[in-house]
């Protein structure tokens, strides 16, 4: 038992360093396209905002409260 549980705690950290890990990265391209670093970088901020383009989510809307309790 005290094995899964620190597989559970290992697993948690890595989501939580990549977490941030994004967050840095996503705020590093936010200043470097704002600043308009120029051609210099237009290269490794094309890949970061490929990382960090949107993507249209099929959006499934979940049936209310009021609707589930009917």
């Known amino acids: 038992m005290a094995l899964n549980q620190l597989n559970e705690f290992a697993d948690d950290t890595m989501v939580a360093l990549g977490s941030d890990a994004y967050l840095a990265s996503l705020m590093v391209y936010r200043c470097a396209k704002q600043a308009g670093l120029g051609d210099a970088l237009e290269a490794q901020l094309d890949e970061l905002g ?11 809307e979940e049936p209310s409260a009021a609707a589930v309790a009917k």
């Open 50 to 60: 490929k990382r960090f383009a949107r993507k249209s989510a099929s959006f499934v």
